[in-house]
């Protein structure tokens, strides 16, 4: 991380309308981690189209298998992760009752057990950055930044995130937030 910029771990990154014809083009990002060895996201809109238990051969419980299963991004589109929230996690590592986690024996652990408050998100894939990478992209304003809240990462529907934040950012927002996918047929 370049010295006078600080961390974004528990932000939100949002194409701001620069990122046009790339990969990233409409996406929420959760900042899991930023730190001098690079950062590590989860887009939060993109729908796999598929259950977790289509595409993990494992022995889950329903309830796990059931879950939609999300395009973290790009990099290692095999490797699995989840987001688990919960009223009260202690050692949460996202931001305060947010931990992300890689292991499956903890999932199937969180599977099994019981809270009527948990919630869980998997992942196939991630966005990555090099040390320095994420902070030179900030700086050429190719991205938005916006605070994640649970409410964000599990409350709101996908396919609205992008624009519902975008319009709580205010006015000066608005108009990229209800643009076409496809200015050239406005």
Known sequence: MTQGHSSLKGQLLLDGGNLRG???HRTVVLICQHDADGAFGLVLNR????KVGEALVADLPDQVK???LYVGG??????MSFLHADDYLPDANV?????????????VELGNSYSQTQRLRLFAGYAGWSPGQLDDEMKRHAWLTHPASIGLVFDTKPTELWRQILLAKGPSHALLADSPEDPSVN
Do not use: K
């Open 74 to 79: 790009p990099v290692q589109p095999t490797a």
């Open 47 to 50: 729908d796999s189209g598929r």
């Open 95 to 107: 931001m305060a009752n947010l931990n992300l986690s890689h292991s499956l024996e903890e999932l």
């Open 66 to 68: 059931d879950l939609v």
């Open 22 to 24: 790339s990969w990233f």
